[in-house]
């Protein structure tokens, strides 16, 4: 059994997993931590994975807290060794109102087991921070996983469920891919490199061999990320013609640092008008599409501007779906303190589509809902 603690979108992040690995369920599921038997490699979907930032194994159960007890479970899955071990202790929330007790007692809890481990001989250096858990960033710089190992208590109803992480995100790579590529371009808004990953592993789609379409590819992250992912014919177009030239600077700059091979299409092009031919279909189509415009309108009079665009764009868009494929596309909602606002559009003729998965900063005024469109 494998935990996962999702990112800053706990829905996305629950999303992208059951989209990874149809068969998944979950016993635990909180915005703090999932808990679930996957069917494929372990490593196979964290690392394909843009929302989840942690993960590991559970290995064993307690009924009550008692923190000598569980001390000794974890200090006894730790093989002799020579060296200062690295270890950290963080506890999360399985929907168990007490949870909290037990997460003020980790750091107790972690010179309990450091306690054991130096009664063993082992030189123990213990991982702390200010916050309530470890983070990736964390448990990365001071090596947890090559040279020491990170316990997580997973405090449910009924027990708690102990683990050992396995897996972290690689911030840095993440990182480099937002504010390390040459093109960026804050006026027409940036798509987060996690948020275009996640949106091509939302089509269930697999992209390995996979053709795939950006219609509003702005400065390329979807681009990347398909490219990442291993689709090996990519399409972006955009009708701006900035937009097409950082996109192209931003692929060539990927391809120098990663060697994806895939071949890579650009051009100009209004999405309300139909794709030339020679492009042919794509199994996937991702796109995050016009968020409004940069003046500020009052969300009625934007909603209208953009209805319109869609209205249009859509029916284009979709006809270069293949019969097998899915198209994923974000489009704006406004947010006005709790109040949300959200598009009026009209299910295409001859498509299902699904609604409802949000991603909003807080205080944003605009967000991004994100549809989900097959042939019927």
């Not at 947010?335 to 001859?350: D, N, S, V």
């Amino acid at each position: 059994m494998h935990f996962f603690i999702p990112g800053t979108h706990p829905e996305l992040s629950k999303a992208e997993l059951i989209a990874l690995d149809p068969s998944l369920s979950f016993s635990v599921s909180t915005d703090e931590v999932l808990v679930g038997e996957l069917s494929r490699p372990a490593g196979e979907v964290l690392n394909a994975s843009a929302g989840i930032v942690k993960a590991g194994v559970i290995f064993s159960a307690v009924e009550t807290y008692d923190k000598k007890t569980i001390a000794s479970i974890l200090a006894a899955t730790i093989e002799p060794g020579r060296g200062k071990l690295h270890i950290g202790v963080s506890v999360y929330d399985g929907d168990n109102a007490t949870f909290r007790d037990v997460q003020k007692d980790s750091s107790r809890l972690g010179l309990e087991l450091k306690s054991f481990l130096k009664e063993s001989g082992r030189s123990v250096r213990l991982v702390t921070s200010r916050e309530p858990t470890l983070s990736t960033v964390v448990v990365q710089k001071n090596h947890l996983l090559k040279s020491g190992v990170e316990f997580v208590l997973v405090v449910t109803p009924e027990k708690i469920l102990l683990g050992e992480t396995t897996f972290v995100q690689d911030f840095e790579a993440w990182g480099t891919r937002d504010y390390g590529r040459p093109a960026r371009d804050a006026k027409s808004g940036m798509l987060p490199p996690k948020l275009a990953r996640l949106m091509v592993n939302l089509t269930q789609v697999n992209p390995r061999g996979a053709r795939l379409w950006d219609p509003f590819c702005g400065s390329g992250t979807i681009l990347m990320e398909a490219a990442l992912l291993g689709c090996t014919q990519i399409v972006g177009s955009d009708l701006s013609e900035k937009a097409v030239a950082d996109t192209e600077r931003n692929m060539r700059w990927l391809e120098h640092h990663e060697k994806t091979g895939s071949e890579v299409t650009t051009l100009v092009h209004d999405a309300r008008e139909p794709l030339p031919e020679e492009l042919g279909t794509f199994e996937l189509i991702v796109a995050e599409g016009y968020l409004g415009p940069s003046r500020r309108l009052n969300p009625e009079e934007a909603s209208r501007e953009i209805e319109e665009l869609y209205q249009e764009s859509l029916p284009q868009i979709l006809s270069k779906l293949n019969a097998s494929g899915t198209a994923i596309i974000a489009i704006p909602f406004f947010q006005t303190g709790q109040k949300k606002q959200f598009l009026h559009i009209e299910t295409p003729k001859g498509f299902t589509m699904e609604r409802g998965l949000l991603y909003a900063r807080p205080h944003q005024r605009i967000g991004r809902e994100i549809l989900k469109l097959r042939r019927k």
